[in-house]
């Protein structure tokens, strides 16, 4: 592993980062949908015309995990992430297509250290998914755990 | 498709369902997380080994996914359930390590007919993942939307 670049401190309240674009498979949406959430309308194209979606859509799970992988490409590879606790949002506000192009992106609300543990940094960040710059297709509202700066040099 | 057993009826606050075991299979995990969630101690055993979770251990979406899949098997598969739009706690407490043997819950905390929809029943539910009976290592709480057997009846 080569030292992170992105700790606690590079991740101040108000920062916003592009996490860059993904394109909804068909073939791997439908396998995840089978494998973890085989409702009609996430595996059956004629059931899920006839539901309230109209199409095959996404497995929330399924949107969730790509937009993990678009955090992971762009900040946490980098970083020196240390998991999450978990959140207070998560949000499917429309249903996500096959071919769907969508946009990546985070905004961090709050950081502060941690109290029991100060050589670490909490940050709670909003991830999104947005569809042709316009539709919210995820939202999730949740807890990053980062090293600090100070903590590693304090501590290495 | 057959018609649906479990309406909105069949969810009344206070219901706790059971939803099986599922076991966490080694490569099933590892795959997932190289695909969607490639940090280190997520898909390096050794970095693993190093990191506050002391092993290889199961991305969140992954532990999320497993839960979902339960959940399907044991109530969706059978339902007039029609997705949903999201909910407002999601948790990671503990991690999750391959060969977990994990039981599946749910409790309704909530039902009420949707206002803009009356054909529709909301419930809020808490899912949840147990290992060895004591230690929580998933809870989500969202919302789920049901047919209700009245609406259906009244328009079917």
Same mark, same amino acid.
């Given at each position: 592993m080569t030292a992170p670049e992105v700790w606690f401190e590079d991740l101040p309240a108000g920062r916003r980062i592009a996490l860059g674009t993904v394109v909804v498979d068909h073939d791997e949406m439908l396998a995840f949908n089978r494998r973890f959430d085989p409702q009609p309308f996430h595996v059956?194209?004629?059931a899920a015309?006839? &539901?309230l979606f109209g199409g095959l859509c996404? &497995? +929330?799970w399924f949107t969730a995990s790509l937009w993990m992988r678009c955090y992971v490409d762009s900040v946490l590879s980098r970083s020196a992430s240390m998991g999450s606790p978990g959140g207070d949002e998560i949000a499917w *506000?429309? *249903?996500v297509f096959p071919g769907d192009r969508l946009e990546a992106g985070?905004?961090?609300v709050?950081?502060?250290v941690s109290a029991s543990r100060p050589q670490l940094g909490l940050i %709670?960040? %909003? +991830? %999104?998914l947005t569809r042709d710059g316009a539709t919210e297709v995820f939202r999730a509202r949740f807890t990053g755990m980062f090293g600090r700066r100070d903590g590693d040099a304090a501590t290495g």
């Open positions: 059956d194209e004629e015309r006839a &539901s996404a &497995s +929330g *506000p429309a *249903p985070m905004e961090v709050a950081a502060r %709670t960040l %909003t +991830g %999104t």
